[in-house]
């Protein structure tokens, strides 16, 4: 079965930066699509950033472009995403997710979401 296991969240200031991590398995994660999404409290999800298979392609939300990036390391299957600047307004549990489909792929639909992460932004 499909197992995302996500890693890195914490308490850091506003401004301050974390790493996120992914550990994948259950799929052949060279060929699949991942994202990452977030539920802030009292909200549902939302979608923040996607990545192509091989790690060319990356597109992101307006609320955190040009302060998140998001990559892959197919030799490991693992997925990561790197924050900087962070606001309080980025305080979510942040979820790794697959998406087996172009068109989802393209939508900035998920199939498929882990346990997630929590990072709070707190002075």
């Known amino acids: 079965q499909v197992q995302l296991v996500e890693s890195g969240g914490g308490l850091v200031q506003p401004g301050g930066s974390l790493r996120l991590s992914c550990a994948a398995s259950g799929f052949t994660f060279s060929t699949m699509y991942m994202a990452w999404i977030r539920q802030a409290p009292g909200k549902g999800p939302e979608w923040i950033s996607n990545i192509n298979s091989v790690g060319s392609i990356t597109r992101y939300a307006d609320s955190v472009k040009g302060r998140f990036t998001i990559s892959r390391d197919n030799a490991n299957n693992m997925l990561y995403l790197q924050m900087n600047n962070l606001r309080p307004e980025d305080t979510a549990l942040y979820h790794c997710?697959?998406?087996?489909?172009?068109?989802?792929?393209?939508?900035?639909?998920?199939?498929?979401w882990g346990q997630g992460t929590q990072v709070t932004v707190s002075s």
């Open positions: 997710a697959l998406t087996r489909s172009y068109k989802d792929y393209l939508d900035n639909k998920v199939d498929y």
